[in-house]
């Protein structure tokens, strides 16, 4: 469940992010090339009733993050993670330490994934966009 707000202020800038299967039985995963225009929102669900005292109560009913990769430059790694159709781990870890704004590492664990779409035009490389939702995360600041 969402905590109290403690006016702690995370950045991701030139962060990393990384994919990898839940049962590799590693902690970090390995890197998927270079990201860019990566989203990451969560959801909660709530249903609101209220009691024979007219008091009003609130019961969690579920949570889901939701992994988008906008830019996505990757090799045949993401695609045998792709077709593998295991549960996926996704790991954003900032590199900013010191002064105001301190690193956070927000991960996903045992999403699956919803989508991937590559595309190529003359003289480029191979470019895709990436979809996830897992129902189980952590966050902390370094």
Do not use: C
């Amino acid at each position: 469940m969402p905590g109290i707000a403690t006016g702690e202020t995370y950045g991701f800038s030139e962060g990393k992010l990384y994919l990898y299967a839940s049962a590799s039985g590693t902690t970090s995963g390995s890197g998927i090339s270079f990201a860019k225009d990566a989203s990451l929102q969560f959801t909660y669900g709530w249903v609101d009733f209220q009691d024979l005292n007219g008091k009003y109560n609130r019961i969690i009913t579920g949570k889901r993050a939701d992994l988008r990769i906008a830019t996505l430059y990757a090799d045949k790694t993401l695609a045998t993670l792709a077709n593998s159709t295991a549960a996926v781990n996704a790991k954003f870890e900032g590199l900013v330490t010191g002064g105001l704004t301190q690193s956070a590492q927000w991960i996903l664990y045992s999403g699956v994934i919803d989508a991937v779409s590559l595309s190529q035009s003359e003289s480029d490389v191979f470019k895709g966009d990436y979809a996830m939702h897992a129902n189980v995360w952590s966050a902390f600041g370094n």
